[in-house]
């Protein structure tokens, strides 16, 4: 069982930066690429981007490409999300995922879930 803590959010003005982390425990962290998801008010839970268990490839929502990247340290078993040139529709609770597939895109793709955290940025 594999447990993951976001933290990190906030709230920012358009334009600005954010870097949120994700830390796992519970589990064999290099076992899993680890995914981030958002989900803005009343809407489905979405894709934000993907890292492989190596960390040597990523792969990412069109959206976010180019102001967004995913990192992740294996030795402190934790992922992050560097938000750069924030936008106000990025605005959402993101949560960060573990899957035993590589690039995977899909909600149901993922075996375990962090509690998410909220990102607000403001016009």
């Known amino acids: 069982q594999v447990q993951l803590v976001e933290s990190g959010g906030g709230l920012v003005q358009a334009g600005g930066s954010l870097r949120l982390s994700c830390a796992a425990s519970?589990?064999?962290?290099?076992?899993?690429?680890m995914g981030w998801f958002r989900q803005a008010p009343g809407k489905e839970r979405k894709f934000v981007g993907t890292i492989s268990t190596s960390g040597g490839s990523t792969y990412y929502t069109n959206s976010v490409k180019g102001r967004f990247t995913i990192s992740r340290d294996n030795a402190k078993n934790t992922v992050y999300l560097q938000m750069n040139s924030l936008k106000p529709e990025d605005t959402a609770v993101y949560y960060c995922?573990?899957?035993?597939?590589?690039?995977?895109?899909?909600?149901?793709?993922?075996?375990?879930w962090g509690q998410g955290t909220q990102v607000t940025v403001s016009s």
């Open positions: 519970g589990g064999t962290f290099t076992s899993y690429a």
């Open positions: 995922a573990a899957s035993r597939l590589t690039s995977a895109i899909y909600t149901s793709s993922y075996d375990y």
